[in-house]
Nanobody, 130 residues
Framework: QLQLVESGGGLVQPGGSLRLSCAASGFTFDYYHIGWFRQAPGKEREGVSCINSSGGTTKYSVAVKGRFTISRDNTKNLVYLQMNSLKPEDTGTYYC???????????????????????WGQGTQVTVSS
């Protein structure tokens, strides 16, 4: 059974850090690009970051560039999102999603487009508040 499971969310003060994890199972992990998305209450889901299937290419939204770092370990079927210098506007539910590189060979073409991803996790809540 194909599954993506996020973890690592929580409550953190502004300026703090969190590391989110996305654990994959039930599919050939290194065939897939992985994206992180977030959704705040009353707002549309937005792309945060993405990483290609090999881990050699990454991309970030303007809102998080320089503060967040995406990485993956294909030996463990894990993707991480290290989030530093967190701001209240980073609050939301964070989702990881997988896109098949055999269908979408170019990461940059699909990175922030949620409709291009095939599989989604259930989300983990991140709240940045003092």
């Amino acid at each position: 059974q194909l599954q993506l499971v996020e973890s690592g969310g929580g409550l953190v003060q502004p300026g703090g850090s969190l590391r989110l994890s996305c654990a994959a199972s039930g599919f050939t992990f290194d065939y897939y690009h992985i994206g992180w998305f977030r959704q705040a209450p009353g707002k549309e889901r937005e792309g945060v970051s993405c990483i290609n299937s090999s881990g050699g290419t990454t991309k970030y939204s303007v809102a998080v560039k320089g503060r967040f770092t995406i990485s993956r370990d294909n030996t463990k079927n894990l993707v991480y999102l290290q989030m530093n210098s967190l701001k209240p506007e980073d609050t939301g539910t964070y989702y990881c999603a997988a896109a098949d590189r055999r269908i979408h060979p170019l990461l940059f073409a699909i990175c922030a487009d949620s409709s291009e991803y095939d599989y989604w996790g259930q989300g983990t809540q991140v709240t940045v508040s003092s």
